[in-house]
């Protein structure tokens, strides 16, 4: 692997292939895409020393005012980064405009998710498992359960395959994406008291469901999200303006064994 790694040199300093391999352990990608990890790492070590030797140009120190917002366990040189930031980047506090505008552009965004209570009783399907038998069960269970509405929790606790058999089948309160696909298609169907006229299949069996409650997606007034959305803009707009003042660094740079400039699509680049 270290043969794969090309000495990098910023501004005369070298960074080495060993130092790269050490850093590159803390990657998420280590493991799962090595090359990727590999080059960001070396990309995140030169944007390192660039900002380090300009956090040492304007004569910072770890116990600048800025270091005091990081965690007590904060490195040595991500408290010289910080301390350079604060002091180069700077971005405007958002104006009531500014809100109002993300809010309007933004509603269906910025809604509360829908959300969803149930129950449901799992056949489970395993290997082995006759599944126009298991399918047979939970048909004969819905019928029993159509005139016997009350003992949907009692028949979850006795039939159920899945462990919120302990709670009569209780899922609790589901939003959109936490659930495999049928079962949301299917609950977000029923009204309020509702339990599906049929088996629901999934990869994990069969499902009987019955939801107690659904509540709409709900957009809060703009005067209860203006903080939050203010907050919002704020960190993209610094976490952008950051951005441009690591490029100008790169641009003035003398840098050799990595490219740094990162190519744009051709839809973007005119």
Not at 11 to 40: C, F, L, R, W, Y
Not at 62 to 90: F, R
Not at 243 to 255: H, M, Q, T
Request: overall charge negative; hydrophobic content about 35%; charged content about 25%.
């Amino acid at each position: 692997m270290e043969s794969q790694i090309n000495p990098i040199t910023v501004n005369g300093t070298e960074i080495s292939p060993e130092t790269v391999i050490e850093e590159v352990q803390k990657h998420p990608m280590a493991q799962v895409n090595p090359a990727q990890a590999m080059s960001e790492t070396a990309r995140a070590l030169v944007i390192r020393h660039l900002l380090l030797e300009q956090a040492d140009k304007k004569g910072i120190t770890e116990d600048n005012e800025a270091a005091k917002q990081l965690p007590e366990n904060a490195q040595g040189y991500e408290k010289l980064i910080h301390g350079l930031l604060t002091s180069e980047v700077s971005v405007a506090e958002p104006d009531d405009a500014m809100c109002l505008d993300f809010y309007e552009k933004n509603k269906e965004a910025l809604k509360n998710p829908e959300m969803a209570e149930a129950s449901h009783i799992l056949f489970k399907l395993e290997e082995g498992t006759d599944k126009a038998d298991l399918q047979q069960k939970a048909e004969d269970l819905i019928a029993h359960l159509k005139e016997n509405a009350d003992d949907f929790a009692a028949m979850a606790e006795e039939y159920s395959d899945c462990p919120s058999k302990q709670n009569g089948g209780n899922l609790g309160q589901l939003t959109r994406g936490q659930t495999v696909p049928e079962f949301e298609q299917a609950m977000f169907s029923l009204e309020a008291g509702q339990m599906t006229d049929e088996p629901i299949e999934s990869s994990f069996g069969y499902h009987i469901i019955k939801l107690h409650n659904k509540v709409p997606g709900q957009l809060l007034p703009f005067e209860v999200m203006q903080e939050q959305i203010a907050q919002y803009i704020k960190v993209n707009t610094w976490q952008e303006e950051v951005g441009k003042y690591i490029e100008s660094l790169i641009v003035d740079a003398d840098i050799n064994g990595i490219n740094m400039i990162q190519e744009q699509p051709e839809s973007q680049a005119s």
